[in-house]
């Protein structure tokens, strides 16, 4: 009785969300006019929308492509410090490093990136200093400050799945790898990679759904111009009250990023498989 007592809190937030969904999913099928408001209903002209208006499509497109583009640099980078985690002897050390950026409120973690990019910023300084560009580069509302703010947000995810496989491979299956004749690097080409492809699925599955839901980053390093689903839903919701809309652009990114998601689940076991 107890541990259910335990599971209760988890168990009142996940139906909490998933009647949400429910309601959006609902508000989806209703039409909306800007004279008469919304209108109850069941019709699929918001879900034609989707597919018909450029609009929608671009937004799309530009999530996708920043959340496939952090998914891969944060990949890149955070598995040699998963790895580097899995073999320190300080690894509590490590760990409150890592896990720092997640102590500090999202909108701490923007404005201080905006300190950072603006144009008498920290890094326009360096490279102005470093002779590396003669006047000072417009990096806030581009997707260069939202894919660098991403990254700072989503790179615990990806490094900690990664590490915590990593921990638990034997030490004496590279070590005999190379005991038999293979190289350091061959042995963990071959044997560690592999074995740690449960953690990379994780990280990455965490890390690009993360990217795609990110609505900060966009917003404030973006300054609105940088056209994400999250931004196109927050419009539709809050400024038009176009709600059947904005309903329809979540449930279609929600559906979007779950089969993409599956389809790498997939691949990437029939490539374990070959």
């Not at 899995?86 to 404005?111: E, G, N, Q, T, W």
């Not at 990664?162 to 921990?167: D, K, T």
């Not at 560690?192 to 990280?203: E, H, I, N, Q, R």
Request: proline share 6%; hydrophobic share 60%.
């Amino acid at each position: 009785m107890f541990r259910l007592l335990l599971l209760l809190p988890a168990f009142a937030i996940s139906a909490s969300l998933l009647i949400a969904c429910l309601i959006l999913f609902r508000y989806s099928f209703e039409t909306w006019s800007p004279t008469t408001g919304m209108q109850p209903g069941w019709s699929l002209v918001n879900y034609f929308a989707l597919f018909r208006d450029p609009l929608y499509f671009k937004a799309f497109q530009i999530t996708l492509q920043i959340s496939f583009l952090v998914t891969a640099i944060a990949l890149l980078l955070g598995y040699p410090v998963a790895y580097l985690l899995s073999l320190s002897r300080r690894k509590h050390l490590l760990l409150f490093v890592i896990v720092l950026p997640l102590l500090m409120d999202v909108l701490v973690r923007a404005y201080g990136w905006i300190v950072l990019l603006s144009r008498s910023g920290l890094v326009n300084r360096a490279l102005l200093w470093s002779g590396l560009a003669e006047r000072p580069i417009q990096f806030l509302g581009t997707p260069t400050a939202v894919v660098l703010e991403l990254l700072h947000e989503v790179l615990p995810f990806m490094i900690l799945p990664i590490a915590g496989v990593l921990q638990r491979i034997d030490p004496a299956l590279p070590e005999a790898a190379v005991g038999l004749g293979a190289s350091r690097f061959t042995a963990f080409w071959r044997i560690t990679v592999p074995l740690s492809l449960p953690g990379v699925l994780a990280g990455c599955m965490l890390t690009f759904s993360l990217a795609t839901s990110a609505f900060v980053a966009p917003l404030i390093l973006g300054g609105g111009r940088v056209f994400m689903m999250s931004i196109l839903i927050q419009q539709q919701m809050t400024m038009l009250l176009n709600w059947p809309a904005g309903s329809a652009q979540a449930i279609g990114l929600v559906v979007l990023v779950s089969v993409l998601l599956l389809g790498y689940v997939r691949a990437l076991r029939a490539q374990r498989t070959t």
